[in-house]
């Protein structure tokens, strides 16, 4: 390990306090907006404007957004082209329940022809309300009436939405606190998180041993688990801190569900559309899961779209099993549609994984060059670093700081994880390579500071 030689560089406009504008805006939230908002607690910024890869808030001030709605706007802010889309839609139908159209007709044949070849010809589409959340419900709510069981099995670390069902699928125990009579038949099985391993176990051997773990539970007559109706997993955790599930792992969880005739659900509404280097990340494991979800990067540019897409033997569906006022929103259709022509046209999924290339990199030399990076991770342009306390300063407290001198310096990133002690990244994914350069620099000089204050306490 090295220092940095560098002495960290205070900025020239500190951007981490609001200005006169955005403080005016900020408190009158806090005095009418419900105590469950998050985002303005740590980044407080009273947004104005944006374009592509930059943010400018009402006083003026520029920030690079690596946080992107978290991951909704896979093109940035604006894209000329989405935009283009949804002009031309607007003047023709915005919302049309279930009904078909043919902006709703082209975004159901594109998306579905977007599974791998194989999966193409057997898969249909449920449109769900506008939430990633409300896929989960129905995903869910299928597998369920498909089996006629009742068990549902999650991973520790999982995020899969806060309403009801949703939050009873995520493992993190502080949301729900103070909440009763959550769905029964959850349960929680070891993920494959080998920086932190669950089981206690060295990297070299706990590769499988997590889904060998689940597979012995569900195979044994005193398991005590009854027979799920559904298998659900992200490939990679997102707000449980940038975890991708090692290849292995999510193989044997694959085969297993597949032995004992569990549907699996992957949970695609962060990872999904180009976040992870492929359409969708499943992709990369080489499985075919039974249901999948996606929502958050859908439309490309934040427009709201839900959907689940699933294998015909289970479309037990009767009418109005699953509905929602708003799953006809033709303008996210016409949306979706043109960031296909983009991602297409501009080889977008190549993009994403060279400047995941490039982002890695630096992050790794951000973990050499410091003492404060434990762990660096991720796939494609969903990625974290996972922050190790110092001194008296524990891992949360050093993840915080790094974020608000970020902050200070014009860039915008997430903490997450367990602790709160993994910083996330979740960048457009058309984000340039000097905009990368940019923000890596930012990092570099931020890492700087929060070293440079921690030694000095320590001292």
């Known amino acids: 390990m090295q220092t940095l030689e560098a002495t960290a560089v205070a900025?020239?406009?500190?951007?981490?306090?609001?200005?006169?504008?955005g403080r005016e805006l900020l408190d009158h939230q806090s005095r009418t907006e419900s105590n469950?908002?998050?985002?303005?607690?740590?980044?407080?910024?009273?947004?104005?404007?944006?374009?592509?890869?930059?943010?400018?808030?009402?006083?003026?001030?520029?920030?690079?957004?690596?946080?992107?709605?978290?991951?909704?706007?896979?093109?940035?802010?604006?894209?000329?082209?989405?935009?283009?889309?949804?002009?031309?839609?607007?003047?023709?139908?915005?919302?049309?329940?279930?009904?078909?159209?043919?902006?709703?007709e082209e975004f159901k044949r594109r998306q579905l022809g977007m599974l791998p070849e194989s999966m193409r010809d057997s898969m249909k589409m449920h449109f769900c309300g506008p939430t990633g959340a409300d896929g989960v419900e129905a995903a869910i709510k299928l597998c369920k009436k498909a089996t006629g069981r009742g068990n549902v099995i999650a991973f520790q670390g999982s995020y899969h939405g806060s309403t009801h069902a949703a939050m009873s699928l995520t493992s993190e125990t502080a949301p729900k606190t103070g909440l009763t009579n959550l769905l029964p038949g959850?349960?929680?099985?070891?993920?494959?998180?080998?920086?932190?391993?669950?089981?206690?176990?060295?990297?070299?051997?706990?590769v499988t041993n997590c889904a060998e773990f689940l597979a012995?539970?569900?195979?044994?007559?005193?398991?005590?688990?009854?027979?799920?109706?559904?298998?659900?997993?992200?490939?990679?955790?997102?707000?449980?801190?940038?975890?991708?599930?090692?290849?292995?792992?999510?193989?044997?969880?694959?085969?297993?569900?597949?032995?004992?005739?569990?549907?699996?659900?992957?949970?695609?509404?962060?990872?999904g559309c180009g976040r992870t280097g492929t359409w969708f990340s499943f992709e990369q494991y080489g499985i075919?899961?039974?249901?999948?979800?996606?929502?958050?990067?859908?439309?490309?540019?934040?427009?709201?779209?839900?959907?689940?897409?699933?294998?015909?033997?289970?479309?037990?569906?009767?009418?109005?099993?699953?509905?929602?006022?708003?799953?006809?929103?033709?303008?996210?259709?016409?949306?979706?549609?043109a960031y296909l022509d983009v991602l297409a046209r501009d080889n977008l999924l190549a993009h994403v994984r060279e400047r995941s290339a490039q982002l890695m990199a630096g992050l790794r030399?951000?973990?050499?060059?410091?003492?404060?990076?434990?762990?660096?991770?991720?796939?494609?342009?969903?990625?974290?670093?996972?922050?190790?306390?110092?001194?008296?300063?524990?891992?949360?407290?050093?993840?915080s700081r790094f974020q608000r001198e970020a902050l200070r310096r014009g860039l915008i990133v997430e903490i997450g994880g367990r602790e709160d002690c993994v910083v996330r990244l979740l960048p457009a994914l058309n984000v340039p390579a000097e905009t990368v350069d940019e923000a890596l620099a930012v990092m570099r000089d931020a890492a700087r500071a929060v070293q440079d204050d921690l030694t000095g306490a320590v001292a």
């Not at 996606?294 to 839900?306: D, E, R, T, W, Y």
Request: glycine share 12%; charged share 15%.
């Open 288 to 337: 075919e899961p039974d249901v999948i979800v996606a929502s958050k990067g859908l439309s490309g540019m934040g427009l709201p779209v839900s959907v689940i897409m699933y294998h015909e033997r289970l479309d037990v569906w009767t009418p109005g099993s699953h509905i929602g006022t708003f799953r006809g929103n033709n303008l996210a259709f016409a949306s979706a549609n």
């Open 365 to 399: 030399q951000i973990q050499i060059d410091t003492t404060l990076v434990s762990d660096v991770r991720g796939r494609g342009l969903m990625l974290g670093m996972e922050m190790s306390g110092r001194g008296t300063a524990g891992a949360s407290e050093v993840a």
């Open 186 to 206: 959850v349960h929680f099985a070891p993920y494959g998180y080998c920086h932190r391993c669950p089981l206690s176990l060295t990297p070299d051997t706990c």
């Open 36 to 104: 469950a908002r998050t985002y303005p607690r740590r980044l407080p910024i009273a947004i104005g404007e944006a374009s592509g890869s930059y943010i400018t808030d009402v006083d003026g001030r520029r920030y690079i957004d690596f946080l992107t709605g978290a991951g909704v706007l896979a093109l940035g802010h604006n894209h000329p082209d989405l935009i283009t889309a949804v002009q031309g839609q607007l003047t023709k139908l915005t919302h049309g329940l279930d009904m078909p159209t043919p902006v709703r």
């Open 11 to 21: 900025p020239a406009v500190d951007l981490g306090e609001p200005g006169p504008i």
């Open 216 to 271: 012995n539970t569900l195979n044994d007559t005193h398991g005590g688990i009854q027979k799920p109706a559904a298998i659900i997993m992200e490939l990679v955790q997102g707000e449980g801190g940038s975890i991708p599930a090692p290849v292995p792992f999510v193989r044997r969880i694959a085969e297993l569900a597949k032995s004992l005739d569990i549907p699996l659900i992957v949970d695609e509404v962060q990872t």
